[in-house]
C-alpha cells in the first residue's frame, strides 16, 4: 500500500516560470491537504480538497497559486511567474475523511527559484 | 504569527538522555494536539498525538505532558538514541482538519 507520492522530488524554475507540484493521496483517502515549509521553519497550512472541490484555501496566496484536486488524478498545486521568495519544501497528505487524528504525508517537493 | 511556539530550537543530549522539547499555545479551540518526526528529505511522520482532556500519554519511550490551564505540552524522549535524531514539531488541531505548527527543534543525539 503506497504512502502518499509527491512528484516531482526536487524542481527548479527561473523566476518567472510556471511550477507544478503533483500528489497522489493514499488509496482510499479523498481528502488532501498542501503545506509550505519555509527553511528553519514549521509547514504552514495552504489548502483542503476533496475531489472537485476546494474546501479551504484561506492559506493560499491570493495571487500566483491556485490547487486542484480532479476527479481523476492527482492533486495539483500549481504556481505561475514563480519568485524567489516562493522557494521552499512544499508538503501534501492525506486523510480517509475530514476530521482527522492525524495526517499521512508525502516526502515532498523541494522547489528552488534560481 | 506563530499560534503554536516551540522551544528550544535545538537541542544536543548524549545517548541515554531525557530529550525535552516544550509548546505553548493560545488558541482555546485547539482540540488535538500531535507530534511529527522529520528527517532529512523525507515528511514528517506522525509519531504521539494527545488530546486536551487527557494529561500525559505515552508510547514506547516517547511521552507527551500536557497542561490545559497553562496551555502548554511537552515531548519527552526517554533514553534517547542515534537513530532519534531528527527534528521534531509540535503541533495543534482546529476545524477538524487544519494543522498549526511549531517552528521545530532540531535533536542531535550524541553517541
Known amino acids: 500500500n503506497a504512502g502518499v507520492m509527491q512528484n516531482p522530488r526536487h524542481l527548479v524554475r527561473r523566476r518567472g516560470q510556471e511550477a507544478r507540484l503533483r500528489c497522489s493521496p493514499m488509496?482510499?483517502?479523498?481528502?488532501v491537504y498542501w503545506y509550505r515549509q519555509l527553511p528553519e521553519e514549521g509547514l504552514k497550512f495552504m489548502v483542503y480538497?476533496?475531489?472537485?472541490?476546494?474546501?479551504?484555501e484561506s492559506g493560499m496566496p491570493k495571487e500566483r497559486f491556485s490547487a486542484e484536486f480532479p476527479k481523476e488524478g492527482p492533486s495539483i498545486l500549481r504556481i505561475q511567474q514563480v519568485v524567489r521568495g516562493d522557494s521552499a519544501a512544499y508538503f501534501c497528505?492525506?486523510?480517509?475523511?475530514?476530521?482527522?487524528?492525524?495526517?499521512?504525508f508525502g516526502s515532498g517537493t523541494r522547489l528552488t527559484v534560481v | 504569527q506563530q499560534q503554536v511556539k516551540q522551544s528550544p530550537q535545538s537541542l544536543i543530549v548524549q545517548k541515554g538522555g531525557i530529550s525535552i522539547i516544550n509548546c505553548a499555545y493560545e488558541?482555546?479551540?485547539?482540540?488535538?494536539f500531535p507530534w511529527y518526526q522529520q528527517f532529512p528529505g523525507k515528511g514528517p511522520a506522525l509519531l504521539i498525538a494527545?488530546?486536551?482532556?487527557?494529561s500525559e500519554k505515552k508510547e514506547g519511550r516517547f511521552t507527551i505532558s500536557f497542561n490545559k490551564s497553562a496551555k502548554q505540552f511537552s515531548l519527552h524522549i526517554m533514553d534517547s538514541q542515534p537513530g532519534d535524531s531528527a527534528t521534531y514539531f509540535c503541533?495543534?488541531?482546529?476545524?477538524?482538519?487544519?494543522?498549526?505548527f511549531g517552528a521545530g527543534t532540531t535533536v542531535t543525539v550524541r553517541a
Open positions: 488558541n482555546t479551540a485547539f482540540d488535538y
Open positions: 494527545i488530546r486536551p482532556d487527557v
Open positions: 497528505a492525506s486523510s480517509p475523511d475530514r476530521v482527522n487524528y492525524g495526517y499521512t
Open positions: 480538497l476533496q475531489k472537485e472541490n476546494i474546501i479551504d
Open positions: 503541533a495543534a488541531r482546529t476545524h477538524d482538519y487544519k494543522l498549526s
Open positions: 488509496k482510499g483517502h479523498s481528502h
